[in-house]
Nanobody, 128 residues
Framework: QVQLVESGGGLVQAGGSLRLSCAASGRSFSTYGMGWFRQAPGKEREFVATLTWSDGSTYYADYAESVKGRFTISRDNAKKKVDLQMNSLKPEDTAVYYC??????????????????WGQGTQVTVSS
């Protein structure tokens, strides 16, 4: 069982930055793949970034094309947290951002249903 709590959302002007954090509780955090997803009003939840691991030794970071080069996902297993650094924010980045934990393989880590645990979400609003 894993519980996730996001923080760090808020209102920012276009071009600004925010850093989201997801604190996890529970066992074996390091063995979980972690993902960030977002959902804008009237839209489906979409993949943003994920850190999955392969062979039990290497984490792989993958990003949605829309955020590549602007967002960076990172994790600290000792502190049981995963962060999402968001730079050069755009109004279209406005959404509720969710942290997720699961054990998907890298090839399917972009699919929300492959994750077992979700946080409550944190609102990010980017004004133009």
């Amino acid at each position: 069982q894993v519980q996730l709590v996001e923080s760090g959302g808020g209102l920012v002007q276009a071009g600004g930055s925010l850093r989201l954090s997801c604190a996890a509780s529970g066992r074996s955090f390091s063995t979980y793949g972690m993902g960030w997803f977002r959902q804008a009003p009237g839209k489906e939840r979409e993949f943003v970034a994920t850190l999955t691991w392969s062979d039990g030794s290497t984490y792989y970071a993958d990003y949605a094309e829309s955020v590549k080069g602007r967002f960076t996902i990172s994790r600290d297993n000792a502190k049981k947290k995963v962060d999402l650094q968001m730079n050069s924010l755009k109004p279209e980045d406005t959404a509720v951002y969710y942290c997720a934990a699961g054990t998907p393989s890298r090839s399917i880590a972009t699919i929300p249903s492959e994750y077992d645990y979700w946080g409550q979400g944190t609102q990010v609003t980017v004004s133009s």
